[in-house]
């Protein structure tokens, strides 16, 4: 199996870049996905421990949890010590249930890929990438985003020319859909032939 590990900062195509490496036939694993469903069941009784009053009707209200968050870097610590072993371990239950039905390359659709050291994990990374006019135009167009807002979500996130330089693959999304369509099945055509790993 051969693991690609997809990543890109806020405003990127990422998303849309994992829909096309789904339409050609590879299991995804959505590591945000994985976090939404972890707020609605695993994840509720440790994070309410540690941030009480966050819950509502047995699930973690992400608004209220991100206002103990803001401007609080050590209680954001706090916070991803309980969820990314929780990420973590789901993400492993989806490597390993690939590799039973026989997938030969899937792809960790990681936001944080760089920033929680999971490139170590994965066998090649994708890096989804635009001009930075573009991904400000992108994400300034969101309901309630401000420039404030952008700028403390970058400040956050590995810069994009770091992550494009550690990338094996760098996938285009300023162009047309076709565009970053066609670049991941290149990537695909690059992987076919490379050794993947064993997965027992």
């Given amino acids: 199996m051969f693991i690609l590990g997809l990543t890109g900062s806020i405003g990127m195509g990422k998303s849309t870049t994992a829909n096309f490496f789904r339409e050609a036939g590879v299991p995804v694993n959505d590591s945000d996905a994985t976090v939404h469903r972890l707020y609605a069941g695993e994840a509720v009784a440790p994070v309410e421990a540690a941030f ?3 819950t509502m009707d047995g699930r973690i209200d992400r608004a209220k949890l991100a206002e103990k968050l803001i401007g609080k870097p050590d209680e954001i610590k706090k916070l991803e010590a309980i969820v990314h072993p929780l990420v973590r371990a789901a993400t492993q239950r989806f490597i390993q249930e690939q590799g039973v039905r026989g997938a030969r390359t ?36 969101r309901p309630g985003m401000t420039a404030e807002k952008l700028d403390a979500l970058l400040a956050r996130q590995t810069p994009d020319a770091e992550k494009r330089a550690r990338a094996h693959f760098v996938v285009d999304s300023s162009q047309s859909f076709d565009s970053a369509r066609a670049q991941v099945r290149g990537i695909l055509r690059a992987v076919a032939a490379l050794p993947g790993r064993r997965i027992s």
Avoid: H
């Fill in 106 to 141: 899937i792809v960790l659709d990681i936001p944080l890929l760089f920033e929680t050291g999971g490139e170590k994990n994965v066998d090649a990374v994708v890096v989804v990438s635009a001009p930075a006019d573009v991904q400000r135009a992108r994400v300034l167009a």
């Fill in 52 to 54: 009480p009053g966050v």
